[in-house]
């Protein structure tokens, strides 16, 4: 019987310089790695001592292994090797389904451990020089997933329309005309709306635009998942730098 540890770590936006020096420390500490379809193969490399690394690829709509079955690898190979890195694109407890991994594995007795990671839901804009909050025009931001596990419009999306602030959208592409629809049908089609593709990788893809136009800018710019969507007034101080301020 190996000493089981589960530690959960975020694995950061994509970009692999992007991860914490402490998630590094981890890696280099597993005896196992079970990593998601977002996190970037390049961190594997910090893995060398890993008796197994493992793909459990969960993405939208790509799910390769259920939930269930997920947390009983991190169960069985605790017991078997020792330390368990679950690696988790961006944070494990953004929508990451982290707290379901670390309560099962609780449930075992096997001590548990988080670092967090950065989240998509708050750098990707600004590594597009789109600040999520700025005085005198957004006070706040919000954080949505815009499907329901029926593959609906979620009701905080729907109830957004409503709110000031910066929306920031995950795991929303699919839903990104009924998105559009909904906030021209109440007055707010020059919205202006920034839509994200691999942020913070080399084949980051972007789209610019308002409500009205959003949808026939992500065609023309082949944007796909993964994918955030960026919704206020913020957007549009990204285009009030002089052009040798922004390099992205």
Known sequence: MKNPKLTLVGAGPGDPELITLKGI????????????????????????????VEYVGKRQGDHSLPQETINEAIVRYAL??????????????????????????AQYGIPTTVVPGISSATSLAGLLHIPITHRGISRSFHVFSATTKDGEL?????????????????????????????????????????????????????????????????????????????IGEVVSLKFSLIPAEVTA
């Open 25 to 52: 420390k981890a890696l280099e500490a597993a005896d196992v790695v079970l990593y998601d379809s977002l996190a970037n193969d390049d961190l594997l490399a910090y893995a060398k001592n890993a008796k197994v």
């Open 80 to 105: 078997e090797y020792g330390h368990v890195v679950r690696l988790k694109g961006g944070d494990p407890f953004v929508f990451g389904r982290g707290f379901e991994e670390l309560e099962f594995a």
């Open 154 to 230: 979620s009701e905080e999306i729907r109830s957004s329309v409503h709110l000031a602030g910066t929306r920031v959208v995950l795991m929303g592409l699919k839903q990104l005309g009924k998105i559009a629809a909904l906030y021209q049908q109440h007055g707010l089609g020059e919205m202006p709306v920034a839509v994200i593709q691999n942020g913070s990788l080399e084949n980051q893809k972007t789209a610019f635009g308002i409500m009205k136009t959003i949808e026939n800018e992500v065609e023309k710019n082949g944007i796909q998942t993964p994918s955030i969507i960026v």
